[in-house]
């Protein structure tokens, strides 16, 4: 309710319709010039002697509707992280910004329809790490990431296994992600308790640790023992302690509210046996006797101890969960921002 023009009482959330015409406006100020035209799920923006940019904005309102007093903030953010202009470069220009980066299968599969549909039609490369989740090939742009394309290697005249490569070794350069939660459990009133658990949340780059084995080596020395891994979206990761059942069930339980965030990646947890250097990763299956192992990484796959580098595949997965929302920006020219929407903090055991 206003009064006098001041608003009274929580700020009420708008419809998606409204919302849209609002981020609208603020574009053709950030963009002068610029053509917008509305969709269903947002719009698209074309500006003369270039291709349009289809822009969806319903993971924007889902993160306005969480948080509606942080609407100007949230608009002005996302605005900013618009790439109207990706830089050209080279390879030798290239080689430092490559970094590898986790998607779930519905990304892949939504990448593959869309860029199919370019003239000419493009694809995009990746190589299965395990389960629902594979690794593509990013250029990291002050605020922005942009994926590698095939069209994009073939110009730089390299391969995906070489690309891959680079990407890895770049990040193995990186500090590792801090960790923000140390879980601890038998502690008397006074008493500091055995750590179990460990909770990493930073950049775009924290779940796509695990695939790094002195990451997984990091962990497993750090909590002693075999570890169950949880990757919700990119910017967290969550390390539990294989013999610790309860709280696995509680990572479990959290998840299963994830998949609609912004850049969420898989409900699936992972087993990281401690048996040999650098972890062998399975799926991890909740269930009686501490839950059970399914089939993980590929044995031949590059990110497997000992692996080749297998061919990279850009056909879609064969096996991905139910699609869901996708901002379909993401996938003409391939940039997404580095920003991530603040979700309110959840305290954990």
Same mark, same amino acid.
């Given at each position: ?45 074309? +500006? ?5 940019? $289809?822009?969806?904005l319903r993971s924007l309102y889902l993160d306005y509707t969480r948080k509606p007093g942080d ?9 900013? $992280? ?9 390879? $030798? ?22 860029? +199919? ?84 949340e930073g950049d775009h780059l924290t779940a796509t640790w695990i695939i790094m084995e002195r ?5 497993? +020395? ?38 609609? +965030? ?10 990281? $046996? ?76």
């Amino acid at each position: 309710m206003k009064i006098l023009g001041f608003t009274i009482g929580k700020e009420t959330v708008v419809p998606f319709p409204e919302f849209r015409d609002m981020v609208r406006l603020a574009v053709r100020r950030s963009v002068p010039g610029a053509k917008i035209e509305t969709t269903e799920q947002g719009f698209n923006i074309t +500006q003369a002697g270039k291709s349009p940019t $289809s822009c969806n904005l319903r993971s924007l309102y889902l993160d306005y509707t969480r948080k509606p007093g942080d609407r100007e903030m949230l608009i002005a953010r996302w605005v900013g $992280s618009l790439t109207m202009e990706v830089p050209e470069h080279s390879w $030798s220009e290239a080689m430092m910004t490559l970094r590898p980066t986790l998607k779930p299968a519905e990304y892949l599969a939504s990448a593959h329809r869309a860029m +199919q549909r370019n003239t000419p039609p493009d694809s995009l490369p990746y190589a299965p790490f395990a389960g629902e989740l594979s690794v593509i090939i990013m250029r990291e742009l002050p605020g922005t990431v942009v994926g590698v394309t095939q069209s994009t290697l073939e110009s730089w005249g390299t391969s995906f296994e070489e690309a891959l490569k680079q990407s890895m070794n770049n990040m193995n350069m990186m500090s590792l992600p801090p960790i923000t939660n140390a879980l601890t459990a038998g502690g008397r009133k006074g008493a500091p308790g055995e750590e179990v658990g460990l909770v990493f949340e930073g950049d775009h780059l924290t779940a796509t640790w695990i695939i790094m084995e002195r990451f997984r080596d990091y962990v497993i +020395q750090r909590l002693q023992g075999d570890i169950v891994f949880s990757l919700p979206t990119r910017n967290r990761l969550v390390a539990i302690r294989a013999d610790e059942p309860g709280l696995i069930q509680q990572i479990v339980s959290s998840n299963r509210s994830t998949l609609n +965030q912004t850049h969420a990646l898989t409900t699936h947890l992972f087993h990281i $046996s401690s048996s040999m250097t650098g972890g062998l990763v399975t799926i991890y299956q909740p269930g009686a006797g501490g839950g059970t192992h399914a089939p993980g990484m590929d044995p031949n796959s590059v990110f497997a101890k000992g692996g080749q580098a297998v061919v990279a595949s850009s056909t879609p997965p064969t096996e991905y969960r139910k699609p869901g929302a996708v901002d379909f920006s993401e996938f003409d020219g391939l940039t997404e921002s580095t920003l991530e929407t603040p979700q309110p903090g959840k305290r954990q055991r």
